[in-house]
Structures are given as C-alpha cells and as structure tokens.
C-alpha cells in the first residue's frame, strides 16, 4: 500500500484530472456560513458577528451553476459530533453539480471518478426493488401504502418511528451490509427517506433518482438528480425538516430562473475513499496533520 499521504495526493489528482477532462470548473464557497441550521447541525465559531462551519458543501456550490454549467469543489468540511474511526470532525468532501444532465450520467460519472481506486468491481442493487421482492410492494407503480409499518414490523421497531428513521436502518441492516467485501451501489431508493432533493423518477411513483455507494460497510459516495417541480421539492424537504435557509436560497434562484432546475449532484468523501482504496479503517490515518 502506498503511504497515507502519497495516496491520498493520487486520489485528489485523479479526481481533479478526470473531473476537468469533463468539463468541470473548480470553484470554492465558504467554509464559514451564515445560516444557522438548527441545534446540533452545524458547529458554530467567533467570526465576523456569529458564524457556522459547514457540514456539507451543497447547496451553496449549486448557486454557482449560475455562471457555470459543471462545477466542483473539494474542500474541508466539520462534524459537530464526536469523532470516531469512521468519522473526523474535520474532513475532505468533493462535491459537484452539473446542469441539464441526468441520473445516468451522474452514476457513470461516479463510476469514473472511483473505480480506479476501488478494490472491488462496483455491482449495483437497486433498493426498491429489492423492498419489492420483501414486501411485494412496487414503488415504481404504485405508493409506500404500508410499508412504514411493514418495515418496522420487521425491524422490531416502534410503529410511530418516522419512516426516514426506519428505511435508514432497513436499508443499513439489510443492503449496507452485502458490501463486506465488495463495492456497492444501492440505487434507486424510495420516496420518504433522508434526501428530499433527489427526483422521483419519471413515470415511477414514489421511487426517487439517488444512489450511495457503500464499500466494504462504509458510505464513500452520494448522489442525485435534482428535484425539479420546486413545491414537490420543498414539501419534502419540510416534511423531514430538511429545509433550511440555503436550500430555500437556491430554491429562489431557480425560481427566479438564475440556475437551471434541471441538475444533478454528488459527494465523495476524500478520506472515505482512501480507506476504501486501501482498506484501513481507520480515517485518522488519511488526516496529514496533527490537529494542533
């Protein structure tokens, strides 16, 4: 294995080279952001009157779509929870947005950017489908109905979990764990889960257009076509208390027609696809300083 900081400079050369190869601009946004967006959900610091460091890099690199068509973006993120193996307080995202593109081009964009460093031949298992085979239920043809409570049934969960909460573990229990091993991308996901912003599918009925590609148990991708009928979007994202001051910003920029509706946009965890390339879990081992 090469050493940590030599693969970690590989990894970030790759994603850049191939990233610009396609066209992509690279931009950056602020670390330190404005909005707060609730307890717990961003980190706070003593800057210029009260600010919040970001926990994520979207939706703000979206606004830049305005003067750009594909952009990117690879830059430190922060976690106000406490560290573990898997998880840094500070760490390195690459995220990027490409207008008027769609879910396909997304997942084989994914697969370009990753599989070189990937141990393991990516296979794909599509998550309504496989609720389908469990529960004989087709979300591509017809709506959730039951399934909150079937699935809570069959987690051993209280019936008023939220379904968000409830799909998460499924999925994490059921599909998370056929990554041991092995490289896998769980898509097509269902309507009512933790990412309001991806696109239901068209001509399907609660299956949403998103993807996570999980290795060997870890999260190291996401992504998803945007949600382009802007009251569907917000009656998601409020329904999960997911919308928030910048994403309410960017929904006004493209109802003010300043970025396309139509876009799609993904995350890669820097670190997380180090220790996906060399097997150490440990993400410590991919953070090149000592945190003074």
């Known amino acids: 294995m090469l050493d940590p900081i030599t693969l970690k400079s590989d990894v970030l050369f790759h994603l850049r080279d191939t990233l610009r190869a396609q066209g992509f601009v690279e931009a950056i946004t602020p670390v330190a952001r404005r909005a707060d967006l609730g307890p717990g959900r961003r980190a706070p610091v003593d800057l210029a009157g009260g600010r919040f460091l970001r926990a994520m890099i979207g939706p703000a690199l979206r606004m830049?779509?305005?003067?750009?068509?594909?952009?990117?973006?690879?830059?430190?993120?922060?976690?106000?929870?406490?560290?573990?193996?898997?998880?840094?307080?500070?760490?390195?995202?690459?995220?990027?947005?490409?207008?008027?593109?769609?879910?396909?081009?997304?997942?084989?964009?994914a697969k370009q950017l990753v599989a070189a460093h990937l141990p393991y031949t990516p296979v794909q298992i599509s998550?309504?489908?496989?609720?389908?085979?469990?529960?004989?239920?087709?979300?591509?043809?017809?709506?959730?109905?039951?399934?909150?409570?079937?699935?809570?049934?069959?987690?051993?969960?209280?019936?008023?979990?939220?379904?968000?909460?409830?799909?998460?573990?499924?999925?994490?229990?059921?599909?998370?764990?056929?990554?041991?091993?092995?490289?896998?991308?769980?898509?097509d996901y269902p309507l009512g889960g933790d990412e309001p912003c991806a696109r239901l599918t068209p001509g399907t009925v609660a299956q949403l257009n998103r993807f996570e590609l999980i290795v060997d148990g870890i999260e190291v991708v996401h992504g998803y076509e945007d949600e382009p009928d802007g009251a569907a979007f917000t009656q998601r994202a409020k329904e999960v208390d997911l919308y928030d001051e910048e994403q309410r910003l960017a929904r006004e920029a493209v109802d003010a027609g300043r970025i396309p509706a139509a876009s799609v946009g993904l995350g890669i965890g820097i670190e997380r696809l180090c220790m996906a390339a060399s097997g150490v879990k440990d993400i410590s081992r991919f953070q090149q300083s000592p945190m003074y």
């Open 127 to 187: 998550v309504c489908g496989y609720i389908r085979d469990v529960f004989g239920i087709d979300l591509r043809r017809e709506p959730a109905g039951d399934l909150p409570r079937q699935m809570a049934d069959r987690l051993g969960l209280a019936v008023d979990t939220p379904f968000k909460d409830v799909l998460g573990q499924f999925v994490e229990r059921e599909l998370e764990t056929q990554s041991a091993n092995a490289a896998v991308f769980l898509i």
């Open 64 to 109: 830049n779509l305005e003067h750009h068509a594909r952009v990117f973006e690879i830059g430190p993120c922060f976690r106000p929870e406490e560290p573990d193996r898997l998880h840094a307080a500070e760490f390195t995202m690459l995220d990027l947005y490409a207008a008027n593109e769609d879910f396909a081009f997304l997942l084989d964009l």
